[in-house]
């Protein structure tokens, strides 16, 4: 079948299972026939299982899944980086020989000697799979109008100096005291106009923007997590406030954790997860209470909305409301405890919940613009909208309307600056942590 297809001479080579069936001596027969074949100039592609084969001849690798490249590097980048699809010689002495890929590697390494072949450079074949289109693009990304320098430069520098002169002070006072609110709108207006300044034009396609038709139903865990979050939560915060007197706030913060982890635990408990699984969950909430430190000095301009958000679109809506909800619980220690942590708790993981399930449902875009414009609505409506009627809720025993509403309007600015802070982390963070989670989904085999 071979010879008839080659004395079309085709320039391109689509091969599918070429080795299946073929024994190992065959199979270096056939490699140098590729290998002449490329001399002369033949592009050669091909799709195969046999990963020994690829790992030995290929000049780039990469892995298909659900329609798409998720994976691509050369041969030895990628059949080490990788846990979940690499080579036998690799699973066996990847912790003595960590680039060791083929026997071949395995039996150089211990002092062996191997039969003489012909070895291709290891670079050869680097740029095969590199369009033009890709090349140009990257050469034209790495040059910004001077204007768009220059305003960089000037907001960066006035980022900078505004947040050092908010640190002088140990004590960060009240938003509206000692006149500050016009230093806070100076830095997050500079902030902004940063981002506006050094940000790119985004691709015109975006992988895995929306979820297919197909598998856009909720899954039953998805739905337990719903339950807990419409009632068990609400019901919770409920008895603290009326029975507790807000006086056991940990308690309550502990029984939310529980009721979070939950769905986790019933789905857990039948398929016997790894450990890596809940150490990614982990290192993303922590990365909310890190965040959450390192802006301690301005205001709910925090990315802890934004991490929320992202952890829910790359991992589902349960793993958003627990990131969301931890990450408050955690970070407190650092700001403070109180009355008020089980329902930062609560507003933050719905937040992390409803991204979740709307990327899900197929009506929520990863793309860069529209995660923005949801984190922003998102941390004005909900978070505002749970936060603000909590402190009336906690602080008075007859609450009426007018200090409802009282509540909304003070709380409106800050509000408004956690929106911008959340849109302004979207914008910077979304696409790099998105596409980082995807490899590590791949890399350690967390695929539905």
């Not at 529209?370 to 749970?386: E, T």
Request: neutral net charge; hydrophobic residues 50%; charged residues 20%.
């Amino acid at each position: 079948a071979l010879a008839k297809v080659l004395l079309l001479e085709p320039r391109i080579l689509l091969l599918d299972e070429p080795t299946k069936g073929l024994d190992a001596e065959f199979k270096q027969t056939f490699a140098d026939i590729l290998d002449g074949l490329l001399k002369k100039g033949v592009t050669v592609v091909m799709v195969s299982h046999d990963v020994e084969f690829c790992a030995s001849h290929a000049h780039r690798c990469a892995m298909f899944f659900d329609g798409r490249i998720v994976a691509e590097d050369s041969p030895r980048s990628f059949f080490s980086g990788n846990s979940f699809y690499t080579t036998s010689a690799n699973r066996m002495a990847r912790h003595l020989i960590p680039g060791a890929v083929t026997s071949e590697d395995v039996i150089a390494a211990c002092g062996g000697c191997l039969p003489e072949r012909p070895e291709l450079p290891p670079d050869v074949g680097d740029d095969l799979f590199s369009p033009t289109e890709e090349k140009n693009a990257e050469n034209t990304e790495k040059k910004l109008p001077l204007w768009r320098r220059l305003l960089a430069w000037f907001s960066g520098a006035v980022t900078v100096v505004c947040v050092f002169v908010a640190l002088l002070e140990p004590d960060i006072p009240w938003l509206m005291g000692n006149n500050r609110m016009g230093l806070y709108i100076v830095i997050i207006a500079a902030a902004l106009l940063l981002a506006l300044a050094v940000s790119r034009k985004e691709d015109g396609t975006i992988e895995n923007a929306q979820v297919q038709k197909e598998k856009r139903r909720l899954s039953k865990r998805t739905v337990v997590a719903m339950l807990m979050i419409l009632v068990a939560i609400p019901f919770t915060i409920f008895i603290g406030i009326y029975y507790f007197g807000d006086r056991k706030y940990y308690f309550i913060a502990l029984l939310i954790v529980i009721e979070t982890t939950l769905p986790f635990i019933l789905i857990f408990e039948g398929r016997k997860p790894q450990a890596r699984e809940l150490i990614i969950i982990a290192v993303l909430c922590a990365l909310g209470v890190a965040g959450r430190a390192a802006f301690f000095m301005l205001p709910q301009f925090k990315p802890v909305a934004a991490i929320s958000i992202i952890s829910g679109v790359a991992f589902g809506g349960e793993t958003g409301f627990l990131v969301g909800s931890v990450t408050m619980l955690v970070s407190n220690i650092m700001i403070s405890q109180g009355p008020w942590t089980p329902w930062q708790m609560f507003a933050m993981g719905c937040i992390g919940f409803l991204a979740g399930v709307l990327f899900r449902k197929g009506l929520l875009l990863r793309s860069r613009l529209p995660l923005c414009i949801f984190g922003g609505l998102a941390a004005l409506i909900i978070y505002g909208g749970l936060i603000n009627p909590s402190y009336v809720l906690t602080y008075n025993d007859n609450p009426t309307w007018p200090m409802f509403l009282s509540a909304y309007l003070m709380g409106f600015p800050f509000d408004l600056i956690h929106a911008v802070a959340t849109f302004f982390f979207l914008w910077f963070m979304s696409k790099p942590m998105l596409e980082k989670l995807d490899r590590i989904k791949l890399k350690y085999g967390l695929i539905e």
